[in-house]
């Protein structure tokens, strides 16, 4: 079992930054892939962006250049810090923890709203 805690979600206007951060316990294996996806009201759950345990990065289209993922792997947590943010990126966000074999995990995800 995985247990993932995320924290640093909140209310910020359009332009600021949030940094959110996902710690990640129980039977964590290598290699892995840790990232975050984010769902909107009445939307599917998306890809937001996701880091290999060995720094190989994937991110969503829309926020190249305003997200920037980063992981401590001595302490399990990966982060994501969100600058520029816009009124389109008020979602409910969620760690993601995927093992190369076995089952993923999920947070229980975290709010983030941008205020126009």
């Known amino acids: 079992q995985v247990e993932l805690v995320e924290s640093g979600g909140g209310l910020v206007q359009a332009g600021g930054s949030l940094r959110l951060s996902c710690a990640a316990s129980g039977s964590i294996f290598s290699p892995n892939t840790m990232g975050w996806h984010r769902q909107k009201p009445g939307k599917q759950r998306e890809l937001v962006a996701t880091?290999?345990?060995?720094?190989?990065?994937n991110y969503a289209d829309s926020v190249k250049g305003r997200f920037t993922i980063s992981r401590d792997n001595a302490k399990n947590t990966v982060y994501l810090q969100m600058n520029s943010l816009k009124p389109e990126d008020t979602a409910a966000y969620y760690c993601r923890y995927i093992p190369v074999s076995g089952n993923e995990y999920w947070g229980q995800g975290t709010q983030v709203t941008v205020s126009s």
């Open positions: 880091m290999s345990n060995r720094g190989n990065t």
